[in-house]
Every structure is written in C-alpha cells, then in structure tokens.
Nanobody, 116 residues
Framework: QVQLVESGGGLVQPGGSLRLSCVAS????????MSWYRQAPGKEREFVAT????????NYADSVKGRFTISRDNAKNTVHLQMNSLKPGDTAVYFC?????????WGQGTQVTVSS
C-alpha cells in the first residue's frame, strides 16, 4: 500500500534552516508528482511546493519562494524540502502528498516550530 513518511521537523530559531524528508513506498515513485503542504494551528492546510516525477519542474507558494527548495532523489524514493530563512509564520505541521489517479495520499506530518 502507499505510504509516505515525513521526518526532519523540529524547533528552530528565526532565520534558521531545516531540511524535511518524505520517504515513499508502495508505488512507482518517479512516475508521480510530489508535493509539500503545511497546516498551521487554526488554519486550513495550504500548498507549499511541488515537483514533477523527473524533478525537472518545480513550483512554490509565493510565501516561500526564494527561501524553500523542493527536490527529489528517485533512487531513494525520497522528496526533500530545504527550508532557509525560516520565519515564525512558517510554524506548522508539514505534510507530503501525492495523487495516484483521483486519490490523494498524505503522510502523517512533521512539526516545524520557528521561535526564539
């Protein structure tokens, strides 16, 4: 079955960096777009970044452009989110997602807290 497992979250000071990882299994990883979303307390889940199966095309939410970078290692079935210049507003649970057919699959999420 499809599984997505995120890791790499934690507590970081404003201006710091974190690298999130999402390991996928149960499907042909390099055939599918992978995305990161986030959900802050009391807010709806929102799009952060996406990357095509080959890794050749990426797209970002305006709020993270220039600070976050999505990448993938198809040999390791892993997608990463490098987050730099973190702000308190980036505090959220971060989820990876893929769609297979019409079905979305989500990981369990990893908490990112940006605070001094």
């Amino acid at each position: 079955q499809v599984q997505l497992v995120e890791s790499g979250g934690g507590l970081v000071q404003p201006g710091g960096s974190l690298r999130l990882s999402c390991v996928a299994s149960g499907f042909t990883f390099n055939h599918f777009v992978m995305s990161w979303y986030r959900q802050a307390p009391g807010k709806e889940r929102e799009f952060v970044a996406t990357i095509t199966g080959s890794g050749g095309i990426t797209n970002y939410a305006d709020s993270v452009k220039g600070r976050f970078t999505i990448s993938r290692d198809n040999a390791k079935n892993t997608v990463h989110l490098q987050m730099n210049s973190l702000k308190p507003g980036d505090t959220a649970v971060y989820f990876c997602r893929t769609n297979i057919g019409v079905t979305p699959y989500w990981g369990q999420g990893t908490q990112v807290t940006v605070s001094s």
